[in-house]
């Protein structure tokens, strides 16, 4: 070979080496994010969306899960340690104010750089609707030959019936016919009866709404009659004995019983409480429109889904700028639709316009694989930053599963919205007072406090005036 | 014996032998087809041969099929069942690809056949067979067997909302294209709904019913033109009206909560009016209120237990004497029985109610006219927010 060839072939061998070098040299930054254990999120490390991230941002997304639920003892251990995260993620059952995320700000703890404190979730859920929503069960009704209640009166009985009828058919006196929780307001059967008897919104403090924003409705006579019956239903086995102790979780496991325990319960969304994934259950409940009470009063809990907080950089994090670009990535709307939809053509895509979204409206989303919800590994089920569009959310259209649960719920958010007061404007949410009243509900309802009691209502009254 | 003519020999031999190791291991592992073939097992057979297979999964587009699980898993303890609850055109997609693999994770299908899809798709490729033993098959209404087992008779029927009418106001379809019932009349959209499908599509050998029908209404000759039919006027004309929906239930939903003063929807969900619904089913109208629709139980070819779901269609069919509990949840109100053993769900009989029945091959060579019809109404009625 004479040297005249092998100059360039030599020469072009150091420069890709060179090149080769250079590119292993070029060092991706490294950002450690604290992400909430979920059951609904496989293996971070091989996150479909996590991995996407990567990709998009070019930062190696190191996770560390975080086990407590209780997001301030967390916070307070992680901020009293050394531990290095620069971003904490939250959302599912590791929740966290924007005021508490404020007191962590002004303890120099969590970094504001340009008044920004915190990042937001919004578009998970349908941003406005129904806020809660009764669910009995059909099974039930049909084996002995009931209709569905539209009044309170035709709930209680059929309540009795399902408490006295053995309507599961095992001979034991097992089921429970209205099943609830405290671990949220819409969980509460209680709540939900409430608004059979007076506009009652415990988000909103129990003010009215519009004109009557700044109306208390828990000190009137509408709601102690509501009390009075919902401490009826409770003194009569007809609301569960333990519903004020259950929690969510275990409110999810007495529905979902292959004993087929329950009656009827309230939700949010049907996928709060009953696995996905469980056709027969989820065929054996069917929505119930709000009933009327005795005075005519039939409401659907109005609720605004408020964008909740998604992530915080810490204030000790030197990456902050590497922090921001993946929280701003998240915020994207490619990146929250795969946060809220999974993998594009994969489990959703665009629609070509000729469905009928799932909330009656023109379509824009085919979701294939429904896995909101599910154990899966396409997307952190809601847990970080993003921002859906009101019109994918609500543009949603049927996979053509009967038992998909996004699907049942629009169906119970169209037939609520006759039953949704207009609602221009809402009373601020008081949480001493809300914290006040909701113990006051419970009181009167499990017998502490005696609701036919003048005097005891009247101190109830005085206590409620001194918020 | 030359060496080259021993080598041959042995070598023949040899291949002989695999052929028929192979021949073996072919018959050890025969095909749903193969099996749907065998009619005469007896249910204890069956269940013996079932409790060696894993969990049936059965794919349905009615979610009736729940109960006919939990009673079955009684039934026959030690075997499970698995639904996967679908609309029809879903359905045949996931059945379908299933098919491509060698063992499928289908074994008994469900589904409506009227559109022609469910017949072009997955019967006549062979992707589904017919699996009605013979003592079944003794008891079955004419018409309702052959390459397709139909399990039971349903209607795409139009109804009204009893909330707001104490009986029904119209008595001719041309009706319902008066702009008083502007946003009012609710039906699933055509292109995802198989029996509302077969009902536009059925209505277009109805043209000469519906053109005089709109003589009897209005006292007028139907101008057609732009080559539409009577039946392609009336549904455009209708689609004024109309609020597109996805399935039935939500039509009966609308009703019921006097949303809605008309649907359009199968016969079966007047069933839901048993715990209240207030829904009403036009049986009489001119020319006609719906069309007639079946629903077909078939076996998967490539059925990974092919005994347990032998023994599931056997147990939905309702046994030899038709009492079986399997069938009992489709003998509902608003359906007909397959069976001559089984009386009817319903109170009027089939042929009492003005329908029309679907013509399935004309449907099939007017799939591509009928898709843009309404591809192009549906676009109309995004644009139009409808």
Redesign the interface.
Known sequence: MSKRLLCPILLSCIIVMLLSGCGSAVPRGTLHVALPYSDNVQDADTNYYIGWLEDRTGLDLEITTVRQTRSTDYLDMLFSSDTDIDVILFGGDFTVSPETVEAYVRAGDIDDTDGVSWYANAGADAREGAGQILWIN??W??GL????P?TTEELEAVLCAFRDRDPNGNGLKDEIPLAGSMDAYVYSPVEFILNAFVYNDPIHSRYGLGDDADVLMASSDGFREGLAFCRRFYAEGLLDAHFADCSRSLLSELVNSPSDLVGAFTTGSISDVVYQGN??IM??Y?HV?PPEGPGGVRNALYSVQEPTVGAVITKRSTKKAEARKLLETMLSEEASLIARFGERGVDWDFSD????S?Y????TVVTRNYIWNTSQNKHLNGIGPMNVPERYIGGV???????DAE?IDG?AQ??YR?FLPAADRFHERDEALSSYMDRAVADFVLGKRDIGSDREWEDYLKELSSY | MGRLFKRTVILLSVLCLLCAGCGTAESGSRSGADMAADEEETPEALYRKALEEDVLIVYTVSTRVAPVKESFEKAYPGLSVEIRDLRSPNLIEEVEANDKNSVSSCDVVLCNDNSGDFKTRLVDTGIVVPYLPSDIAAHMKTGMTGEMVSFFNEAELLFYSSAKYEKCPIGNLWELTDPIYRGRVFMPNPLRSFSTWALCGASLDHADELREAYREYTGEDLAEDNGENAAEIFWRRLSENLVFTNSSDEVVEALSSGNADFGFCVSSKLRFRDIGYEIEPVWKLAPFTGCRTTYAVMMARNARNVHAAKLFIRYMLGETDGSGEGYKPFCTVGTWSARDDVPDGSPVPLDEIDLITPDQDRLIAGKKRIETFWTGIMKESTVTGK
């Open positions: 059909y099974e009704l049909t030959g009931l209709a569905i539209t056709p027969e065929a054996r069917v429109l316009g000729l469905d009928v799932i009656g409206g023109t379509s259209t049927w996979n053509g599963v009967n038992s699907y169906r169209m037939s006759e």
